[in-house]
């Protein structure tokens, strides 16, 4: 069974300062794994994705994220928090023998204090 | 391209009441998705369908009805509606099964079951 825990339900960083959202996953196969934000009353936007390719991905908005298989995480980070960057943010796995079911976190809430 | 269009964006419905909420994507995927997000929950799978004809149950498939008549469309039917129902609603789509591509998502539809 594939399974996504999301450390965090809520973090707070100082405008300027790094951003660490941490990720968790439990797979049977080789996953996927995806970062989505969601801003208030807004859909679902794509972070960034790691496919089995290089294991540091970067995504849009300066983020980026590290696939670390022998610890089963897939963090993101940002070295300087900006205030647009207060959302939501969803870690997503999805694997291929289930095809393209996504198994989402809970969420990780972002504060960003001016 | 309009990407994934979901109607409407708000919807107050009477406890036994039934409704359909409208999903299309003009980007011609074969897999769509329906979730429900509900507080400190994530995104759950409520139906998918892996192209037109084709449909299965996800996570929370009770109380909803799908088809997917088109490639277009995938409209979620609620067949009477349920104070648990409350919830918000996305609509999503990627271009193939076999491949874990990015979901697209639409913006969603706030459900209010009184």
């Known amino acids: 069974a594939q399974s996504v825990t999301q450390l965090d339900s809520h973090v707070s960083v100082s405008e300027g300062t790094p951003v660490l959202l941490r990720c968790n996953y439990s797979?049977?196969?080789?996953?996927?794994l995806f970062w989505y934000v969601q801003h208030p009353n807004k859909g679902l936007q794509l972070l960034l994705k790691?496919?089995?390719?290089?294991?540091l991905v970067k995504g849009i908005n300066g983020f980026e994220a590290e696939f670390k298989k022998s610890e089963t995480s897939f963090h993101l980070t940002k070295p300087s928090a900006h205030m647009s960057d207060a959302a939501e943010y969803f870690c997503?796995?999805?694997?291929?023998?289930?095809?393209?079911?996504?198994?989402f976190g809970t969420g990780t809430s972002l504060t960003v204090i001016p | 391209n309009a990407g994934v269009t979901q109607t409407p964006k708000f919807q107050v419905l009477k406890t036994g009441q039934s409704m359909t909420l409208q999903c299309a994507q003009d980007m011609n995927h074969e897999y769509m998705s329906w979730y429900r997000q509900d507080p400190g929950m994530g995104l759950r799978l409520i139906h998918y369908s892996v192209g037109a004809g084709i449909t299965d149950q996800g996570e929370v498939p009770n109380g909803y009805n799908v088809s997917r008549s088109t490639t277009e469309d995938f409209p979620l039917r609620l067949l009477s509606a349920a104070p648990s129902q409350t919830s918000v609603y996305f609509c999503?789509?990627?271009?193939?099964?076999?491949?874990?591509?990015?979901?697209?998502f639409g913006p969603g539809t706030r459900l209010t079951v009184t």
């Open positions: 797979s049977s196969y080789s996953p996927s």
């Open positions: 999503a789509s990627s271009y193939s099964r076999s491949n874990p591509y990015e979901q697209y």
């Open positions: 790691y496919t089995s390719a290089a294991t």
């Open positions: 997503v796995v999805s694997v291929r023998p289930d095809g393209n079911q996504f198994y």
